[in-house]
């Protein structure tokens, strides 16, 4: 089994809060990132896939086949877009970065695996000190 992983980055504005909660039950919880003017990350996100190596090409998965994937459902969604109100697949949900790491897994899952691989692992840094990593359930 061979593993590869592709990497890519976006830069996108969040806000954690529970919309029950006052502000200041908010702001005890989840400090400044219950900002109501948002946040923002430069994330990378770093999406692995396994397989067997195609004998013909010596590809386990063209890594530009990966991109496109990657980039078509992930990226442009996100990429320099408020996260709790531009992205569809985020609505509704908690803005955290582990939320935001397992919805990405599960966007990419199936097209992932019409592709012919399996989709392994998806990492999503937030900060320098801080990330998340996801492995399916």
């Given amino acids: 089994m061979i593993y590869i992983?592709?990497?890519?980055q976006f830069n996108a504005a969040h806000k954690l809060f529970r919309e029950e909660w006052s502000a200041e039950k908010n702001l005890e919880v989840f400090?400044?990132?219950a900002n109501p003017n948002w946040h923002g990350h430069n994330y990378e996100l770093f999406v692995t896939v396994k397989g067997e190596i195609n004998p013909e090409t010596g590809y386990v998965l063209?890594?530009?086949?990966?991109?496109?994937i990657v980039k078509k459902y992930v990226v442009d969604k996100l990429d320099h877009k408020n996260v709790?109100?531009?992205v569809d697949f985020m609505f509704g949900k908690m803005a955290s970065t582990e939320v935001i790491c397992m919805e990405i897994f599960?966007?990419?899952e199936p097209h992932i695996k019409d592709a012919g691989v399996v989709l392994h692992r998806v990492k999503l840094v937030e900060t320098e000190n801080n990330y998340v990593e996801y492995?399916?359930?």
């Fill in 106 to 108: 599960n966007q990419l």
């Fill in 135 to 137: 492995y399916g359930r």
């Fill in 84 to 86: 709790n109100l531009d």
């Fill in 62 to 68: 063209d890594l530009k086949t990966l991109k496109d």
């Fill in 5 to 8: 992983t592709r990497r890519e």
């Fill in 31 to 33: 400090g400044k990132c």
